[in-house]
């Protein structure tokens, strides 16, 4: 992030048009805001990384530096979590935006204007609205949430159209009014800087509009009479966010060994849970943040007959952003915190080319995991204090019990595995899985597979047994059978399927066996008549060698 900014002169080359050279953004210290000198360090990510030496920068500003506005000299700074530094900054900088007068008009470069009758260059241009968080999910999806109730600010300017023979009567701004998917949600006399304190009541996709209605009165002298022209034209501005009104699923479970277990959903990007009343244990998403200015509003344009001057503003917005970082999600504390047993969400491409060029940050490169919801088991979870934080400053989750209750039992499993029928080449084994507090068998194959089963309250089982690298379920006796040839020991582990989704649910076991055909009396007759068929040559080959040594050494004698 670069905190210090030379001094650049820009001259616009266009008919009309000149520039002006400005300390924009401000170097960090140099304004007049409640943010000190490390917050303001902080703030503007888009800018180019000097990374300018002490001497340099000592000998440039002459002054020197803190050790952050080194740092963000060098670097952008990012954030463990929505840091309220860009909703002061811009609610301090929106008071030096000020309007034109009858005769210009001032707006950004992105402005959408309107002309009329006597009416020129009108608009009606969203400066900010906070708290939000613009959240970069892939390379072509970046999501503008905003909190459910927060304050949107506005810039509405315009001037008049006059003639050598025309004089202004009256003009002015009648109203202005910020609209939610077309309903009209908050109404303000006229100001050419309107501030809207808003709460909607519903989450998802929205369209707010800023508008105005602006009028103008002109006297027009046609020699021998006089002729009055009225105007008046609405202008407005469409804002695409989303209304980040996080709600999140929770189901609880106790371990028979007294840890707990929780699983949250929630559909919208999260910032992490916090799981125990003094907030040591707790677990942080995928999500951190920087922040910077709306490139939009770097330059106002000076508007009048006479032409136009554009010039550097001095009034820029600041927005929070996340991006999915390499580092989460991992559970604090990281030793002995809680385990993350399972992650669900959707896999999406890297948010890198959605980012500004000038932004260094720790993006993730490749294919990450947008999560919407994590199974965690901890031995130190408060119910009471579980609390669900948003990417969105100020925003916790509303905790909402699903249907048919949130409490799931967990109970122990008992796998056992005996040879079943065995032979001199191969053994059969016989698998069972049973419910460890009452001994019921623990099916796992799907009921719905057998055509004895009806579809009216059969339930299906998620998990598997593994065993000589092959998965086997259990039937309606909690058994499965195998047949292997390799001596050995073999070893059966009960996978069970997500606790989440069944009641009772089981944590798993293991069982061994071991096979070789010398443990049974059919092995060992086996094994002698083996030896005896293989032995048969040797003996033969033997007796014969002592034959012709005795017929050599007789042939000797002779």
């Given at each position: 992030m670069v905190a210090v900014l030379a001094l650049v002169t820009v001259t616009l080359a266009f008919a009309g048009v000149t520039a002006v050279s400005a300390d924009s953004p401000p170097r960090p210290g140099t304004d007049d805001s409640d943010l000190d000198v490390n917050e303001t360090a902080t703030l503007w990510s888009k800018e180019s990384n000097e990374c300018l030496s002490d001497t340099e920068y000592e000998e440039r500003y002459d002054e020197q530096r803190t050790a952050m506005q080194e740092l963000g000299n060098c670097t952008d700074i990012t954030f463990k979590e929505p840091p309220d530094t860009a909703e002061r900054w811009t609610a301090y900088d929106y008071e030096s935006l000020e309007g034109g007068n009858a005769e210009t008009s001032i707006?950004?470069?992105?402005?959408?204007?309107?002309?009329?009758?006597?009416?020129?260059?009108?608009?009606?241009?969203?400066?900010?609205?906070?708290?939000?968080?613009?959240?970069?999910?892939?390379?072509?999806?970046?999501?503008?949430?905003?909190?459910?109730?927060?304050?949107?600010?506005?810039?509405?300017?315009?001037?008049?159209?006059?003639?050598?023979?025309?004089?202004?009567?009256?003009?002015?701004?009648?109203?202005?009014?910020?609209?939610?998917?077309?309903?009209?949600?908050?109404?303000?006399?006229?100001?050419?800087?309107?501030?809207?304190?808003?709460?909607?009541?519903?989450?998802?996709?929205?369209?707010?509009?800023?508008?105005?209605?602006?009028?103008?009165?002109?006297?027009?002298?046609?020699?021998?009479?006089?002729?009055v022209i009225t105007d008046q034209v609405t202008v407005s501005q469409d804002l695409d966010v989303e209304v980040y009104d996080l709600r999140a699923s929770i189901y609880h479970a106790s371990y028979p060994n007294g840890d707990s277990g929780v699983a949250i959903y929630q559909t919208q990007p999260w910032h992490g849970y916090t799981l125990s009343d003094d907030g040591e244990a707790n677990v942080r998403g995928v999500w951190r943040y920087y922040t910077a200015r709306d490139t939009n509003w770097d330059d106002l344009i000076h508007s009048s007959r006479d032409g136009q001057e554009t010039i550097q503003s001095h009034a820029l917005?600041?927005?929070?952003?996340?991006?999915?970082?390499?580092?989460?999600?991992?559970?604090?504390?990281?030793?002995?915190?809680?385990?993350?047993?399972e992650v669900w969400g959707t896999e999406s491409s890297s948010p890198e080319l959605s980012i500004h060029e000038n932004v260094d940050i720790d993006v993730v490169s490749e294919t990450y995991t947008r999560s919407s919801g994590l199974a965690l088991r901890y031995d130190g979870i408060d119910r009471d204090a579980i609390r669900v934080d948003g990417i969105v400053r100020g925003v916790s989750a509303e905790i909402i019990e699903p249907d048919g209750g949130s409490e799931r039992e967990i109970r122990g499993s008992d796998l056992s595995v005996e040879i079943i029928e065995s032979n001199a080449t191969a053994v059969t084994l016989q698998i069972e899985l049973r419910d460890a507090e009452t001994g019921a068998p623990i099916m796992l194959e799907s009921p719905f597979d057998d055509p004895r089963f009806s579809l009216i309250g059969a339930t299906s089982r998620e998990g598997y047994i593994t065993i000589d690298d092959q998965q086997v379920q259990t039937n309606t006796a909690g058994t499965a059978e195998i047949t292997v040839h390799q001596p050995?020991?073999?070893?059966?582990?009960?996978?069970?399927?997500?606790?989440?989704?069944?009641?009772?649910?089981?944590?798993?076991?293991?069982?061994?066996?071991?096979?070789?055909?010398?443990a049974t009396p059919t092995g060992w007759f086996t094994l002698l008549v083996d030896l005896i068929r293989y032995a048969i040559p040797f003996a033969v080959a033997l007796y014969a060698a002592k034959r012709i040594g005795s017929f050599l050494k007789m042939r000797d004698t002779l």
């Open positions: 707006y950004p470069t992105h402005a959408e204007l309107t002309d009329s009758v006597l009416i020129v260059d009108a608009h009606a241009t969203t400066f900010s609205i906070q708290p939000s968080t613009r959240t970069h999910l892939d390379a072509n999806e970046t999501v503008h949430y905003i909190a459910p109730e927060g304050e949107l600010r506005g810039f509405v300017d315009y001037r008049v159209r006059l003639d050598s023979n025309s004089s202004i009567q009256d003009h002015g701004i009648d109203e202005v009014r910020l609209l939610h998917d077309g309903d009209v949600v908050e109404t303000t006399g006229g100001t050419q800087t309107p501030t809207f304190e808003y709460a909607l009541d519903r989450g998802g996709p929205a369209t707010l509009t800023l508008e105005a209605d602006i009028n103008a009165r002109v006297e027009r002298d046609r020699g021998n009479e006089t002729e917005p600041v927005y929070v952003h996340a991006y999915p970082s390499e580092l989460g999600p991992r559970s604090e504390p990281i030793r002995d915190g809680p385990d993350i047993l050995g020991i073999y070893t059966a582990e009960y996978h069970p399927g997500s606790w989440r989704s069944h009641n009772p649910a089981y944590i798993g076991d293991t069982a061994t066996e071991t096979w070789h055909p010398l």
